[in-house]
C-alpha cells in the first residue's frame, strides 16, 4: 500500500502537533506583517548581507535606507555581535528583505510554540488532559507576550530559544547533531554562560564527548563560513570594539537583569562586575552537572531562569528563553495529579505570583503600545522576580515517564 506524503509527515502526534504550530504561526506572520517592524532583524539581515558580499559588516547605512517601518527618529543601530552570530541568518540574507522578514515571523512565532510543546511535556509526569491544561493556559499568557515582543522588535532570541530547545531534546540520543547546532547560541553567549558550563560538566560526567565534539565542530563550520565571505572578518569586529561606544553602552544600561540593576544602584558598572555573578552561578551549574551526570540547567527548571537573570544584561524579550520554567509550571498547574495538603499550598501560591507576573506584563504592554510610553527594560527584572519563587516552589524536575506521544 503506498501513502502520500503528507500521511508520512505527519505520522506521529508530535509531528502532527508541529504542523500545527506550523499552521498557527503563518496565521500570526500574516495577520502582523503591516504591524511588526521587526528592525533588529532587518539590521542583522543588512548585516549578513554585506557579509556575504565581501564587505564590512559593521559598516551598516541607516535602517532608512532598507526598511520600510523607519521614522526620523530610528536611531542608526550596528551589529555588535562577533561575526559568527551572522551564520544563522546568512540563509536568511540570500532573500530580498521583504521576504525574509515573512520567513522570520513564521519562525519566531513558530520556536516559542514548539519550545512550549517539548519542555511541558517533559515535565508531565502523568497522561496528559486537554480539558485540566485549558485553564492554566488561560492564567499563564505572558509567555506569550513575551514572544510577540520578541517578534516585533526582530530579536534574534528565538535563534537562540530554538538552540536551546535541540540541546535538551538531543544531547542524550544525538549529541554530536545537539552540540552543532547549539553553537547557534552563540547570538546571546553572555546570557547562557551556565549552560556551556552545564554541557562541559555533564560531558565529563559521562566521558562522552560527542556533545564537545559537536559544539567544536558547529564553531569550526561557522568560522569557515564567515572567513570564507570575509577574510577579514574578525579584525573588522575588533575594530569596531576599538571605535564603537556601543558596547561601552551596554555597561550603563538599567535593563533586566540582576547584576544591572544592581551595579547601578551600587554605581558599580564595570563589565567584571556585571559578569561576576554569572561566572560564580557556571561554576555552581558546572560541579550540580558533574555530580548528577544530567544538565543542571534544566533540573531543577528554575536553573534556567536564574541562568538568565545573573547575566551581565538582558532585554524584555531575552525571558522567552526561560521557556523550560514556563513548561514545568504549564505542566505542574495543568497536569499535576499530586493534590495532597503541602503540594496544594505550594500550587496555590504558585499560582498567585504567576497571576501576579501576568498582569505586570500585561500592564507594561500595554503602556507601550495604547498609550506610546517608552517600555522600559528595567521593570521586566520584577517579571523574573516573579516567577522565580513560582518555579522554586513546585521544583520542577524532568519527568522520567513521559506520556507517549
Same mark, same amino acid.
Given at each position: 500500500m503506498t501513502h502520500g506524503i503528507g500521511e508520512i509527515?505527519?505520522?506521529?502526534?508530535r509531528q502532527r502537533r508541529f504542523f500545527f504550530y506550523l499552521l498557527v504561526s503563518a496565521a500570526f506572520a500574516a495577520a502582523s506583517w503591516n504591524t511588526f517592524p521587526v528592525l533588529d532583524f532587518s539590521i542583522y539581515?543588512?548585516?549578513?548581507?554585506?557579509?556575504?558580499?565581501?564587505?564590512?559588516?559593521?559598516?551598516?547605512?541607516?535602517?532608512?535606507?532598507y526598511v520600510r517601518y523607519t521614522t526620523a527618529e530610528t536611531?542608526?543601530?550596528?551589529?555588535?555581535?562577533?561575526?559568527?552570530?551572522?551564520?544563522?541568518?546568512?540563509?536568511?540574507?540570500?532573500?530580498?528583505?521583504?521576504?525574509?522578514?515573512?520567513? /522570520?515571523?513564521?519562525?519566531?512565532?513558530f520556536v516559542p510554540l514548539a519550545a512550549s510543546d517539548i519542555f511541558c511535556r517533559a515535565y508531565i509526569y502523568h497522561?496528559? =488532559?486537554?480539558? =485540566?491544561?485549558?485553564?492554566?493556559?488561560?492564567?499563564?499568557?505572558?509567555?506569550?507576550?513575551?514572544?510577540?515582543?520578541?517578534?516585533?522588535?526582530?530579536?534574534?532570541?528565538?535563534?537562540?530559544?530554538?538552540?536551546?530547545?535541540?540541546?535538551?531534546?538531543?544531547?542524550?540520543?544525538?549529541?554530536?547533531?545537539?552540540?552543532?547546532?547549539?553553537?547557534?547560541?552563540?547570538?546571546?553567549?553572555?546570557?547562557?554562560?551556565?549552560? /556551556?558550563?552545564?554541557?562541559?560538566?555533564?560531558?565529563?560526567?559521562?566521558? =562522552?564527548?560527542r556533545l564537545i565534539a559537536g559544539l567544536s565542530a558547529g564553531l569550526?563550520?561557522?568560522?569557515?563560513?564567515?572567513?570564507?565571505?570575509?577574510?577579514?572578518?574578525?579584525?573588522? /569586529?575588533?575594530?569596531?570594539?576599538?571605535?564603537?561606544?556601543?558596547p561601552r553602552i551596554l555597561t550603563g544600561i538599567t535593563n533586566a537583569s540582576l547584576p544591572s540593576a544592581l551595579g547601578h544602584f551600587f554605581q558599580?558598572?564595570?563589565?567584571?562586575?556585571?559578569?561576576?555573578?554569572?561566572?560564580?552561578?557556571?561554576?555552581?551549574?558546572?560541579?550540580?552537572?558533574?555530580?548528577?551526570?544530567?544538565?543542571?540547567?534544566?533540573?531543577?527548571?528554575?536553573?534556567?531562569?536564574l541562568c538568565l537573570m545573573l547575566a551581565p544584561y538582558l532585554w524584555a524579550h531575552d525571558y522567552l528563553q526561560a521557556a523550560p520554567v514556563y513548561g514545568?509550571?504549564?505542566?505542574?498547574?495543568?497536569?499535576?495529579?499530586?493534590?495532597?495538603?503541602p503540594r496544594s499550598l505550594r500550587k496555590s501560591s504558585s499560582l498567585l505570583l504567576i497571576c501576579a507576573a501576568d498582569i505586570l506584563c500585561l500592564v507594561l504592554f500595554a503602556r507601550w503600545l495604547c498609550f506610546g510610553q517608552r517600555l522600559d527594560e528595567w521593570t521586566f527584572l520584577f517579571f523574573g522576580l516573579l516567577i522565580l519563587p513560582s518555579s522554586m516552589l513546585l521544583n520542577n524536575q524532568p519527568a522520567s515517564n513521559r506520556p507517549p506521544d
Open positions: 509527515l505527519l505520522q506521529t502526534a539581515w543588512q548585516a549578513a548581507r554585506h557579509l556575504i558580499s565581501g564587505m564590512n559588516p559593521y559598516a551598516l547605512p541607516h535602517p532608512s535606507t536611531p542608526h543601530l550596528l551589529v555588535w555581535s562577533n561575526p559568527l552570530v551572522l551564520v544563522p541568518v546568512i540563509p536568511f540574507a540570500l532573500l530580498p528583505l521583504e521576504h525574509a522578514r515573512e520567513l /522570520y515571523l513564521i519562525f519566531a512565532f497522561q496528559p =488532559r486537554m480539558l =485540566r491544561s485549558l485553564p492554566a493556559l488561560a492564567v499563564f499568557f505572558s509567555p506569550f507576550l513575551l514572544a510577540c515582543y520578541a517578534a516585533f522588535t526582530g530579536s534574534m532570541t528565538p535563534f537562540a530559544l530554538a538552540a536551546l530547545c535541540v540541546l535538551f531534546a538531543w544531547h542524550a540520543k544525538h549529541p554530536f547533531l545537539a552540540g552543532a547546532v547549539f553553537t547557534v547560541s552563540l547570538l546571546r553567549a553572555h546570557q547562557l554562560l551556565p549552560v /556551556y558550563a552545564a554541557v562541559l560538566g555533564y560531558t565529563l560526567a559521562y566521558r =562522552r564527548f569550526l563550520v561557522s568560522c569557515a563560513v564567515v572567513l570564507a565571505f570575509q577574510p577579514q572578518a574578525f579584525t573588522m /569586529y575588533l575594530l569596531m570594539l576599538r571605535v564603537d561606544e556601543a558599580l558598572k564595570h563589565p567584571a562586575v556585571l559578569l561576576a555573578p554569572s561566572a560564580v552561578f557556571s561554576v555552581l551549574i558546572f560541579w550540580q552537572s558533574l555530580k548528577a551526570k544530567q544538565l543542571a540547567v534544566f533540573s531543577p527548571s528554575f536553573n534556567m531562569l514545568a509550571l504549564y505542566a505542574a498547574l495543568a497536569f499535576s495529579q499530586d493534590n495532597s495538603g
